[in-house]
């Protein structure tokens, strides 16, 4: 299946101690998953740089971007590449990155096509769930294999996940299971989100909003309005769906089909504690959750930042750990991490920091 008329293809590949910069480039036509895999999805500026999104004379691709996003995550969850006195700790893991594309080569931002959406259901995600005789699996069988599968979103990389599996969701039904027995399976998989747009949520979610993330507090002034005002620090809620912080959402709003939990921080940079970057940093950003490989401390040295990337870090650690469990065990019972446990880890998190020290 072809990207008709694009100027720009979206692309993706994956982080390789061989390669380049430690990445290769991939054919989604071919590509499949057959061990645990984190999927990265960065925002819509993830796409070749235009003369006014690019930093000084470096134009920057879509890829290299990917791979940037990539890394991050391998901060966060301690996967490294081997370099100097490093040696490599990927073991049974596969890290992906996608760019978006664009149907002018002048866009700003980029997106998938529904074609490109539809390679990355049918490529990429309904082999999970089918035989070698193109049949669908028991249940239980395609939860493990979904089980194998995390996902790391930014902004609108969470909206691009949406979609896909949404349209997941519909093929599955489509080729027999339930639609409850769908949203079973989907329990088996997660997303770690920063700075989500407001969308539906059809997987189980750890989301991270904040309150100084100039772009996404403007989309939606309920965060804004009814809740902003009052938070001094970090509060984290756990909601089932169709609820949003313990209150069931209108009947107009889109509606979370799985559990989540919020992150929710008034700031994470900029504090009293750092009055010198007060009102000068964008918390849009998730390369501010980024920490040292060497001793993993957190980069931007703040109290709030660094209790949220570790909250951030430990959903997709426990995940992936899931992940590498039920792909080792190779049969038997499906090994899901709840949702609500991470609530219970994030809420422990917060006690080791001093309640004083996680201000505005």
């Known amino acids: 299946m072809i990207e008709i008329q694009r100027a720009l293809p979206s692309k993706f590949g994956k982080r390789d101690l061989m390669g380049k910069d430690h ?21 819509n500026g993830t796409t070749d740089d235009t ?8 134009h920057r691709t879509g890829l290299q971007k990917a791979n940037a996003f990539c890394k991050l995550l391998e901060s966060l969850v301690g996967l490294k590449m081997a370099g100097k006195n490093i040696s490599s700790t ?27 959406v539809r390679k990355i259901v049918n490529n990429l995600l309904m082999p999970l769930f089918m035989d070698e005789k193109h049949e669908l699996l028991p249940p239980i069988e395609s939860a493990r294999n979904l089980s194998l599968v995390t996902f790391f979103t930014h902004c609108h990389g969470s909206r691009e996940l949406d979609r896909i599996m949404k349209m997941l969701h519909d093929e599955l039904v489509y080729k027999g299971y339930s639609s409850d027995t769908v949203q079973e399976i989907f329990s088996y998989t997660m997303n770690v989100a920063y700075c989500p747009l407001p969308d539906e949520t059809w997987i189980p979610t750890i989301r991270v909003e904040s309150m100084t993330d100039s772009l996404n507090v403007g989309l939606s002034g309920l965060y804004r309005d009814y809740y902003g005002k009052k938070l001094n620090g970090i509060d984290v809620r756990y909601d089932k769906p169709n609820f949003s ?35 000068l940093i964008d918390e849009h950003t998730a390369f501010l959750l980024g920490r040292n490989a060497d001793d993993w401390s957190i980069k931007t040295k703040a109290t709030n930042l660094d209790a949220v990337s570790q909250m951030t870090a430990l959903a997709l650690g426990e995940k992936i750990a899931c992940s590498l469990q039920n792909y080792r065990k190779g049969s038997g019972d499906v090994i899901k991490i709840e949702v609500s446990q991470i609530y219970d880890y994030c809420k422990n998190i917060l006690e080791w920091f001093d309640e004083s ?4």
Request: charged content about 30%; proline content about 4%.
């Open 23 to 43: 990445w290769h480039t991939l054919d989604i036509d071919e590509y499949r998953i057959v061990q645990p895999t984190i999927i990265c999805l960065g925002g």
């Open 51 to 58: 003369p006014e999104t690019q930093v000084g004379d470096k």
């Open 90 to 116: 990927y073991r049974d893991v596969e890290v992906l990155g996608f760019s978006y594309g664009k149907d002018r080569i002048s866009d700003r931002t980029g997106n998938f096509s529904i074609g490109y």
């Open 245 to 279: 912080r313990g209150k069931k959402l209108p009947d107009w709003m889109n509606h979370p089909y799985a559990d989540r939990v919020t992150i929710y921080t008034s700031r994470m940079v900029n504090t009293k504690e750092n009055s010198d970057l007060r009102n």
């Open 357 to 360: 020290e996680l201000q505005c």
